[in-house]
């Protein structure tokens, strides 16, 4: 749950960001955006890899039925 957290909270950041670009038309807030956009693409993938990782290690220590 962590992860999650720190996903939202990178999100929330960018939100000045998106406002100076989408509003004001300020390029070097797209160029923040994108690498805060990277980052959080990261940070899922971390995620992602840790929950398949504990998919595959339940099914391989699940007792046999």
Same mark, same amino acid.
């Given at each position: ?9 990178? +999100?929330?950041?960018?939100? $000045? ?8 038309? !300020?390029?070097?807030?797209?160029? =923040?955006?994108?690498?805060? +956009?990277?980052?959080?693409? $990261? ?8 929950? !398949?990782?504990i998919?595959?290690? =339940?099914?391989t ?5």
């Amino acid at each position: 749950m962590e992860k999650i957290n720190e996903i939202k909270a990178m +999100l929330d950041d960018m939100g $000045k960001d998106l406002e100076k670009f989408y509003s004001k038309g !300020q390029n070097s807030a797209g160029t =923040r955006l994108r690498k805060s +956009l990277n980052e959080v693409r $990261k940070k899922c993938q971390e995620m992602r890899n840790e929950i !398949q990782t504990i998919r595959q290690d =339940r099914k391989t220590s699940a007792p046999a039925s």
